[in-house]
């Protein structure tokens, strides 16, 4: 099953409340995914830093010497904020590539959960409410923010099956369905260098965005090629560095309500998930049509762009 | 008016009071407040009365009804009056996929757009919608009328049956062995009915109708076991 939730705040003054906004929607989605959440969300953007979220089943062990250690490696001052079991490390603009390889040779036991400049993801197995807590994402502010509960169907309920799944720089998927051509999807991407951990469905999803970016695609290119190339149920929830596009399967059996206001764009799989929103009486809610690509950016906002698929 | 607040109401105890309501009651009237898109809101009711949700639904609202009468004020989720028998459900927003799916009689009456699968396997509901339907609708339609004021998606009444398809707007694609026929007086008459009943301003000569072309393997009775 699995329940996707989204907010993308148009008017700033939301944003010290973007982390509690998302978690009661994340929270009111348990139902559709108890067994796992997670959340990425958009801070900042300040232009000295990038981020590396690091993730660890022994985080004493592990994050003890992580932060002069990868200084050390990369030859630069790292910053490393831990929260649980995962760490945000504050890597120099323009070092993260050599900070992910730094990274794999001073400990390749830790996990990367997310790189960009503004991006941070946390994930975990247990209730949302659970997962939340642990992480006090409602103190976190932002200028938009995806999250996920899980209900497994693909793969095992562990920490890197859960949702979001970071496809590029500041780039994350979130899922509701599941691909039925994975594994052979999976063995092709492996055969063109595309590195895929689990036997997850979503992270080949995601793997095949990646992999169709680094190609030349842009975002929603990739997106519309997904359309062909993906066999099985999705609706998709995909954050970016300015904001959030949502895409669903031509069958469209996953569901997906969207509202808007001057206020802000947000996603849920029902319309459960938006009803403590400020203004949500009288917001336009719709249902997103299938086998269309949309996009929200604060570059562009409040015109959905269509494109036929 | 009966008010029952589902912020202090469980579901449970809601449906269980509106079906606990007898043929003959006096108590005909229920409001619902804060529904705040809950699931089976209104389910398996039996009884003459009429009840009003003031505010959106989410999956399966009204569904299995029987005799009452179910208005929304607001959207509603997925399968809203799925498999209804009789009465009437009015939405006056927007409705989710398969709404009406397999309803074997009453009124289903949708006054903002529904989505995908609208009427699937209707079997003798009639279902008018005063805007548009999402594609796949009135797949397997066996029976009963579907009327869409504004226009229909893909595959429209694929593999239908006997199920009677109104559209006054445009059709993106028929489905498998649907097609376009005439509208001969008994349909306009029909259509005049359901349109009156649907509360549409609509004339039925804006319409056309569409049926089974009956040439699918199940209609030749050589393939008959």
Redesign the interface.
């Known amino acids: 099953m699995c329940g996707i939730v989204g907010l993308f705040l148009k008017d700033r003054s939301l944003e010290p409340q973007l982390g509690s906004m998302l978690t009661d929607m994340l929270i009111t989605m348990t139902d559709r995914g108890p067994d796992s959440a997670g959340i990425a969300i958009y801070g900042d953007d300040n232009p000295n830093i990038s981020k590396l979220t690091v993730q660890s089943d022994t985080p004493d062990q592990y994050f003890a010497t992580l932060e002069t250690d990868l200084g050390t490696a990369l030859g630069s001052p790292v910053h490393l904020r831990r929260k649980d079991t995962h760490a945000v490390l504050h890597i120099p603009r323009g070092q993260l590539t050599a900070a992910r390889a730094a990274l794999g040779t001073v400990n390749p036991n830790i996990r990367v959960m997310s790189s960009g400049d503004t991006v941070e993801i946390y994930k975990e197995v247990g209730l949302p409410k659970d997962v939340a807590a642990r992480f006090d994402l409602r103190s976190m502010s932002g200028t938009h923010g995806i999250g996920h509960t899980r209900m497994a169907t693909e793969s095992m309920v562990t920490t890197m099956g859960a949702h979001p799944f970071n496809t590029g720089p500041d780039q994350c998927l979130v899922h509701n369905g599941s691909l039925s051509n994975h594994n052979r999807l999976r063995r092709k991407l492996q055969r063109e260098g595309i590195h895929i951990e689990t036997e997850n469905d979503t992270e080949v999803g995601a793997a095949y965005l990646t992999w169709r970016m680094q190609k030349g695609a842009t975002l929603g290119e990739a997106l519309e090629s997904s359309l062909n190339d993906l066999d099985g149920f999705f609706t998709f929830l995909v954050g970016t560095k300015d904001g959030f596009g949502v895409v669903r399967d031509?069958?469209?059996?996953k569901?997906a309500?969207m509202a808007e206001t001057d206020q802000y764009v947000a996603f849920g799989s029902?319309?459960?998930?938006?009803?403590s929103l400020p203004g949500i009486e009288d917001a336009r809610?719709?249902?997103p049509?299938?086998a269309t690509v949309y996009f929200w950016s604060h570059d562009h906002t409040s015109t959905p762009t269509e494109k036929a698929a | 008016m009966q008010t029952i607040d589902m912020a202090t109401t469980s579901l449970r105890d809601l449906n269980a009071t509106l079906q606990a309501q007898a043929e003959a009651t006096n108590q005909t009237a229920w409001e619902i407040v804060n529904p705040?898109?809950?699931h089976a809101i209104a389910v398996g009711l039996d009884a003459p009365i009429e009840v009003t949700v003031k505010g959106?639904?989410?999956?399966y609202c009204a569904g299995m009804n029987k005799q009452a009468t179910i208005t929304v004020n607001g959207?509603v989720?997925?399968g809203v009056a799925e498999n209804m028998m009789s009465g009437t459900v009015i939405i006056d927003?927007?409705a989710?996929?398969y709404a009406g799916a397999t309803g074997h009689g009453g009124t289903l009456i949708i006054k903002g757009n529904a989505?995908?699968r609208c009427g699937i396997s209707m079997k003798g509901i009639d279902i008018i919608v005063h805007g548009n339907v999402?594609?796949m609708s009135a797949f397997m339609a066996q029976s009963g009328n579907l009327v869409v004021c504004g226009d229909a998606g893909d595959a429209l009444g694929d593999s239908i049956y006997e199920a009677r398809l109104f559209v006054r707007g445009s059709v993106k694609s028929l489905g498998a062995d649907c097609i376009e026929k005439e509208m001969r007086p008994e349909h306009i008459a029909l259509l005049a009915d359901l349109l009156e009943r649907g509360g549409c301003d609509a004339k039925p000569e804006e319409f056309k109708r569409y049926g089974s072309a009956r040439q699918l393997y199940n209609f030749n009775i050589d393939n008959a076991y």
Not at chain 1, 250 to 253: E, F, K, R
Not at chain 1, 270 to 275: K, S, T
Not at chain 2, 56 to 59: H, M, N, P, R
Request: net charge negative; aromatic share 8%.
């Open positions: 031509p069958i469209a059996c569901p309500v029902e319309y459960r998930a938006l009803v809610v719709w249902e049509e299938p | 705040k898109g809950s959106s639904t989410g999956y959207s989720g997925p927003g927007d989710s996929q989505s995908s999402g594609h």
